[in-house]
């Protein structure tokens, strides 16, 4: 639909869209039902180049951009969010960070391991004390003159049960308060000390591993630290433009397949002796939903043509996720709605949408939190 | 190995309708795709170079369309594309497409050349075997597997529906195959993202006219000429009689009469 759409991203949708469909949506129900987190979805990702999207050819990763990969985000996200959450929490920010901030030496083993390694990557900031005030994070690595030693806990961390490869971010100097005393740390999990809580019983996102990670004397090599001590929080909310347009991304593709459901239903569904879908009302709001829809696609292609160019677009990206996500829930109630008793039952996948929904309002900041962002950027204070 | 791939573009048929007044097959607006069959001889030739090395190149005559078709080959995997295209080749038969096929492959090297079956549009699965018979190289075909061997030779499992055979054939040779058999891998990330950055060479008339002529091509060189397509009627529940063979004999002779078909 956009025109500008090269045909390498045609050809790109086309093969996302079979996958999704072939290798995602036979089990989307299944996972969601059995709180099984797919591992084989994984190792297809693996095989087919989806891990390190947007890594250079020569770091082993596939060469994309982000435009590709949001229709990518699009695409998985239309079929099932937490199987997409699970790839998104991979490649960003754990791959991105350490191609961006990483030594030669991380660099080297790490995207190695993430890539043709076929380790699963996982980033660990938010804990018990600290969502949205990601500053009151508790966790410490203390250097002891040979290693950090790593003691605390995570929450609701991503691929936290499943990951080999964690981005953790914990208090190094407890004398500064604020970012400076905080830095981040490539951990794994075979390190001494580190384990894995209770996994999150959550509304939605069952197929997914959301975890508590503890940290009882890890310890991690110096050669693990994060280009500096300090620099944990810049590291860790620096790739968030580009995360955010990713979880827009993800908004789209829930709210899409939450349309193209109740399109299916309403089409075949009769009461009063017509086809709901010749209802004035039926009509309206579709036509109302795939609008906004639609005008959310183009706005978050464009952003990640921004972030492509690398065009500065903080407010850009906040202003997408807020509105992409906000919409992905209205659109997946509304088509509840639409579809009445069966929307709301288990026999039809969109009540699962919607409870899967809700977490992108949540999660990448909140929308509160890219409202502080946008207002921010417009010099309101 | 060098291995060579001919693959058709054509109308993903699981999507065709069919228009009610012409009878005929309504292609506009409908996804193309690489037939099926040969789909699978992609990934057949993709499984056979990762098993002893080689090339594997992928060929496809059709309009400049067609061009999606050898992306995605490419994107699977495949090294090199070749697009045998011009005015000449169109409203070509199953013959003429031989024709033209086999005096573009006359051009290459090649080991091994697999084709599908045949394609869903047409359904003959004629031009595998006419294009072996030109270049005067043994055929298999219903191929469900290819096996390198290892004294240079391949085996081959032929599979019908209710029987299978193992061929062994010399190279070259010509192997068409089954999409119910080899499932094809979906094109890689990293593939997608090159396909449009490799040369695609197009083969005209002119590189190939040493090899064949004008007469032998397209629609002048096509002895078969679709009279009409149309969909079958929907008949009624037949009748069902149970009788010894000769009784069967005389009451066909009878409803044929009946009917004055006879």
Not at chain 2, 88 to 109: H, K
Not at chain 2, 130 to 152: K, T
Not at chain 2, 241 to 247: G, I, Q, S
Request: net charge negative.
């Amino acid at each position: 639909m956009d025109v500008q759409l090269s045909k390498t991203h045609e050809l790109l949708r086309k093969m996302v869209r079979e996958f999704a469909e072939n290798e995602l949506k036979p089990i989307a129900k299944e996972i969601d039902e059995t709180y099984r987190f797919p591992r084989e979805t994984i190792d297809k990702y693996f095989d087919n180049g989806f891990m390190g999207f947007d890594l250079p050819v020569e770091q082993g990763g596939s060469g994309g951009d982000m435009l590709g990969y949001v229709i990518v985000m699009e695409e998985l996200s239309k079929v099932c969010l937490p199987s997409c959450s699970s790839l998104s929490g991979h490649n960003h920010p754990v791959i991105s960070i350490i191609q961006e901030q990483g030594s030669e030496y991380q660099k080297k083993k790490y995207l190695e391991m993430l890539t043709s390694g076929r380790k699963l990557g996982s980033f660990a900031l938010t804990e018990p004390n600290a969502g949205s005030d990601a500053n009151g994070i508790q966790s410490t690595a203390i250097w002891d003159g040979e290693n950090y030693i790593l003691n605390g806990s995570k929450c609701f961390i991503t691929n936290g049960g499943e990951a080999e490869v964690f981005i953790v971010v914990a208090i190094t100097d407890p004398s500064i308060p604020g970012s400076r005393g905080k830095s981040a740390f490539i951990v794994e999990k075979d390190f001494e000390g580190f384990s894995v809580g209770k996994r999150e019983k959550l509304m939605g996102f069952h197929g997914g591993s959301i975890c508590e990670l503890i940290f009882n004397n890890v310890k991690i090599p110096k050669e693990n630290l994060i280009k500096k001590e300090g620099m944990g929080m810049k590291i860790a909310l620096g790739g968030l433009a580009a995360g955010r347009v990713v979880v827009a991304a993800e908004g789209l593709g829930c709210a899409q397949g939450c349309i193209d459901e109740a399109v299916k239903y309403v089409k075949e569904r009769k009461q009063f002796r017509k086809r709901i879908s010749e209802f004035q009302n039926t009509q309206f709001v579709l036509a109302d939903m795939q609008s906004r829809v639609d005008i959310a696609r183009m706005a978050i292609y464009n952003v990640a043509k921004m972030v492509d160019a690398k065009i500065p677009c903080t407010k850009e990206a906040a202003e997408v996720k807020l509105f992409a996500t906000e919409l992905a829930n209205e659109v997946a109630r509304k088509c509840v709605q639409l579809m009445g008793g069966y929307g709301y039952s288990q026999e039809y996948p969109v009540e699962q949408k919607m409870r899967d929904a809700k977490i992108l309002e949540i999660f990448e900041g909140t929308s509160e939190v890219q409202k502080m962002i946008i207002s921010k950027e417009m010099g309101v204070k | 190995m060098k291995i060579v791939v001919c693959i058709k573009q054509v109308p993903d048929t699981t999507e065709v309708k069919i228009d009610p007044v012409k009878g005929t097959l309504i292609r506009d607006g409908v996804p193309s795709i690489i037939n099926p069959d040969d789909k699978a001889g992609i990934e057949a030739a993709l499984q056979l170079k990762e098993a002893i090395g080689g090339e594997v190149s992928v060929i496809t005559m059709g309009p400049p369309q067609a061009d999606e078709a050898l992306r995605e080959a490419l994107a699977m995997g495949c090294d090199k594309a070749y697009h045998l295209s011009g005015r000449e080749f169109a409203g070509a038969d199953t013959l003429a497409t031989s024709r033209a096929l086999a005096a573009a492959l006359e051009n290459l090297e090649y080991d091994v050349i697999i084709a599908g079956r045949q394609a869903i549009d047409g359904d003959t699965a004629q031009v595998g075997p006419q294009m072996a018979e030109h270049l005067g190289i043994p055929n298999v075909s219903y191929a469900a597997s290819i096996e390198p061997m290892d004294d240079g030779c391949l085996k081959i499992k032929r599979m019908f529906e209710d029987e299978h055979y193992f061929v062994k054939v010399h190279t070259p040779c010509l192997i068409t195959t089954l999409s119910e058999q080899i499932k094809p891998r979906y094109m890689h990330i990293r593939g997608i993202y090159s396909a449009y950055q490799k040369p695609v060479q197009v083969i005209t008339y002119d590189d190939i006219k040493n090899n064949v002529s004008l007469d032998e091509l397209g629609s002048s060189g096509s002895p078969t000429k679709v009279f009409k397509s149309f969909t079958k009627e929907l008949k009624a529940a037949g009748e069902k009689f149970e009788t010894t063979p000769e009784e069967s004999a005389q009451l066909i002779m009878n409803k044929l009469a009946e009917k004055h078909i006879i």
